[in-house]
């Protein structure tokens, strides 16, 4: 009884062990060295909920997916795993308050599913809708204009095929709609209209059988470039912004401690694939605005996305000079995580999430637990900032309710 429990006691040190690293890693920025002598140059988009973590699992795990065992909620992080999971099809629904320090009534909802077509083929679909409370319009001299939630939704549908015993890849296509303003007329007279983009995911993911330490194990990869598409604009005239477009590279190693227990890590490389802002300067002849460091940004959505890699105008240096190679590097966001599961029924994750402060500065660690009985599964996840005490990310919760049938002969 007592070595069958031990694994148990080795998870919950894990948990205890990356709550005082993330706490230790996670000192206010404040008085971290992040920002001396740098620029604070993030990375603008439009539809930033498409970054948000929607489901438990994953936001468990310090928001790592690319290579985690496949679920249901595969299709937000690498729809690619879809082909190596186990069940012939099945749903969840996920919710997530959000930004509950700031305001009372934003939410997340999320509903993902998946179908298995034959032995090599999945299709798979989500709905992401994203609200953003109750906003009251007024002109200039206060008077109300009127009331208004606006909102935003992105629909998807996707296809996985195994293309060998070990290998496998996914495209899913998305449309994505974003109404701030329900038509209002902006300060300068121009009339808003609702943000439409259409986009594309791209992923491929690699997992192997392997024995250590003559134990059964796994090793997983995997890729995906998500949000591939046009950019959005809010008014006729207005310069269009880009939509999140990501790159996100995933491992995972699994060890099979004995027939009940299991342990993973997990860990992902994060990099939004958008063009960085440039630096400006006035010229003194013509007094038009000229790049000084940095790249102007092209209309080419697919220049942009190559040009994200070399573009960034420099990190301060203290001799004056600047090194576009570490900013490009403080654009890497990274997750990790740790999760184990007793007897495939219960578990337990924790993760730490890591954003350069002169990039958005989200510095979080997540706990959370899972538990699934036959088709039924409801995961939770908790979310602790380290970057202070005043961030609005504090106490954000997850739940997700999920179906996999992985018994049944659809």
């Known amino acids: 009884m007592f070595r069958e429990n031990k694994p148990v006691a080795i998870a919950l040190f894990l948990v205890f062990l990356a709550v005082t690293t993330g706490q230790a890693l996670g000192q206010d920025v404040s008085s971290s060295s992040d920002l001396v002598g740098a620029d604070l140059n993030a990375i603008q988009t439009a539809v930033p909920f498409l970054t948000i973590a929607p489901d438990s699992r994953a936001g468990a795990l310090g928001d790592a997916g690319a290579a985690t065992a496949p679920d249901v909620s595969s299709q937000n992080w690498n729809l690619a795993k879809y082909a190596f999971i186990e069940g012939n099809g099945g749903f969840a629904i996920s919710y997530t308050p959000w930004l509950r320090s700031l305001i009372p009534d934003i939410n997340l909802a999320y509903l993902s599913g998946y179908y298995r ?177 940095g790249k102007e940004t092209p209309e080419s959505v697919v220049v942009g996305m190559f040009q994200s890699f070399i573009d960034a105008p420099g990190h301060p240096r203290s001799d004056g000079s600047r090194s576009p190679f570490l900013e490009e590097f403080y654009e890497i966001a990274y997750s990790a995580g740790v999760e184990y599961w007793y007897r495939n029924q219960f578990a337990i994750r924790s993760g730490y999430f890591h954003e350069h402060a002169t990039k958005g500065n989200r510095k979080y660690f997540t706990v959370g637990v899972g538990l699934k009985l036959n088709v039924f599964a409801i995961d939770f996840a908790y979310l602790i900032p380290t970057n202070g005490q005043n961030s609005p990310l504090a106490n954000t919760l997850r739940f997700t309710l999920g179906f996999d049938f992985a018994s049944l002969n659809l």
Not at 275 to 285: A, F, I, M, R
């Open 117 to 293: 077509v034959d032995d090599q083929q999945v299709i798979s679909s989500s709905l992401r809708y994203f609200s953003l409370g109750s906003i009251t319009f007024t002109d200039y001299n206060g008077t109300v204009t009127g009331q208004y939630n606006p909102n935003e939704f992105a629909f998807d549908a996707g296809y996985s095929r195994l293309f060998t015993n070990n290998l496998s890849g996914g495209i899913a296509f998305r449309f994505i709609y974003s109404n701030l303003t329900n038509g209002q007329t902006t300060a300068d007279g121009q009339e808003t209209k609702a943000g439409i983009s259409f986009a594309a995911d791209l992923g491929f993911y690699y997992q192997d059988e392997i024995r250590v330490g003559g134990n059964d194990a796994l090793w997983a990869a995997g890729i995906n470039f998500s949000n591939m598409g046009t950019p959005i604009s809010y008014t006729v005239d207005a310069t269009k912004t880009p939509i999140p477009t990501n790159m996100r590279i995933g491992g995972r190693f699994l060890y099979h401690i004995d027939d009940y227990n299991s342990i993973s890590i997990n860990a992902d490389l994060n990099k939004l694939m958008v063009p960085t802002p440039p630096v400006y300067e006035t010229d003194s002849v013509t007094g038009e605005q000229v790049v000084l460091y």
